[in-house]
């Protein structure tokens, strides 16, 4: 099973996690609701519950009277310890977000409630090379590792249209501060191997691989910035077939494939083809989870017909966006995972304020949750999870309904604002 390819860290935040998990659950007004609860999804004492499935202080979902059979996909009762997984936006440091160089802020207590964090680090690492020509490019020094470490942050996709703003210096500035700060990247590398390798983990006895690519590369910059054989770059999930290799090989030995992808168009709420017609082909490759970032909005998460998570959109996270605008709504995403099978979903909304993403309380986070949970209907996805237990093992891995899906009244596929945010 090569457990050794798996770094337990079985829990180094241990206590300290627990701790600020059991403050979280009491504290963050804006925690939920991908399922269930009542239809403003606030409690009788108008906090807002977390969205969660049998979860202490949740919202309890039913199982319906007759069982949800997701179309293929393998077996995905949960099996082993229950372990949470976080998953967070775009982050450059660029403008007002260079605060996050010296502190996240309150939403460390979030990020840090997790047993595994994982965000789209949307930057070169380097103070030297040229910029790429094209409108926006950024880069950061290397203490975000340090700041992305000391924020709860255990691994960052940089598999994006900015990871290789500053050419090969840049990439090779990346590289070696990573390795300096021994902080784990994925969807760069020396070559397509390194690019396309799982960050891979063991968590409670679950072994967890984290794959990282991204579908938006700049048409006059693809061809250099995609890695391959012998040749540093990206891990271009528009090679789709090397894509769902790298899923196929860490499914091989991994209770947990996640699937971290940057795709999408710019300011669009509600998934596009490209996004929508390649889950069920990840799924059969054996992802367990997909999220995604890069429209600068939020989009729709949820329960794929095939029983997979998906979350086609996560917004902006530590990103000089700020104001009321839909730029500036965030979040952290939330997931109670055992070995295949997502049992809980939740999202903690928050709003960018000052370059960093702050937990949004009271009326706003009710407005947030809205926002989020509105979306689900123009990405085909579901709000609860099936049935577990009932999964047939055909290998068709179910269709989204995706671009086909009903627009909801919360802003259907174009979303209302259009700021530049240079992406």
């Known amino acids: 099973m090569a457990v050794s390819r798996y770094r337990s860290v079985g829990r180094f935040r241990g206590a300290r996690r627990a701790a600020v998990a059991l403050v979280a659950a009491s504290a963050l007004m804006g925690c939920g609701l991908l399922g269930g609860g009542s239809d403003d999804g606030s409690s009788s004492d108008g906090q807002v519950q977390a969205g969660v499935l049998g979860g202490p202080g949740g919202v309890t979902t039913t199982a319906p009277a007759s069982p949800s059979v997701p179309l293929g996909g393998a077996q995905r009762t949960p099996t082993g310890e229950p372990v949470t997984l976080e998953f967070a936006g775009d982050v450059h440091f660029a403008g007002a977000s260079a605060a996050g160089l010296t502190s996240f802020g309150p939403i460390i207590q979030t990020l840090t409630a997790a047993d595994l964090t994982v965000l789209n680090l949307e930057t070169a690492i380097t103070t030297g090379g040229e910029p790429a020509a094209k409108e926006f490019t950024f880069r950061a020094p290397a203490q975000a590792f340090t700041a992305l470490r000391a924020a709860g942050v255990d691994v960052v996709n940089m598999a994006n249209n900015h990871g290789m703003d500053y050419g090969a210096t840049g990439l090779q500035d990346t590289l070696r501060d990573a390795k300096a700060a021994s902080f784990p990247v994925v969807g760069i590398g020396q070559d397509d191997t390194e690019a396309f390798r799982p960050y891979r983990t063991e968590i409670k006895g679950q ?217």
Request: with cysteine; proline share 6%.
């Open 207 to 423: 072994r967890i691989a984290v794959v990282g690519a991204t579908r938006v590369l700049d048409d006059e910059l693809a061809a250099a910035w995609t890695a391959g054989p012998g040749k540093p770059g990206l891990a271009s999930g528009k090679d789709l077939p090397k894509l769902l290799a790298a899923v196929r090989a860490a499914r091989a030995d991994s209770d947990t494939v996640v699937v971290f992808l940057h795709w999408g168009v710019e300011m669009r709420s509600c998934p596009g083809e490209d996004q929508t017609g390649i889950v069920p082909a990840l799924v059969d490759a054996g992802a367990d989870i997909i999220v995604g970032s890069h429209a600068h909005v939020l989009e729709g998460g949820g329960w794929h017909p095939s029983g997979a998570f998906v979350d086609y959109g996560l917004g902006n996270f530590v990103f000089y966006a700020s104001g009321g605008g839909v730029t500036a709504q965030s979040g952290v995403l939330r997931l109670t995972v055992q070995g295949r099978a997502v049992t809980q979903a939740q999202w903690v909304p928050a709003r960018i304020s000052g370059g960093l993403p702050r937990p949004a309380t009271g009326s706003d986070a009710q407005a947030l949750l809205a926002a989020k949970g509105g979306l689900q209907s123009c990405a085909g996805l579901k709000p609860d999870p099936p049935t577990w237990g009932s999964i047939t093992t055909a290998g068709q891995g179910g269709g989204g309904t995706g671009g086909q899906a009903t627009t909801p009244a919360t802003g259907g596929g174009q979303a209302a604002a259009t700021p530049t945010t240079g992406g």
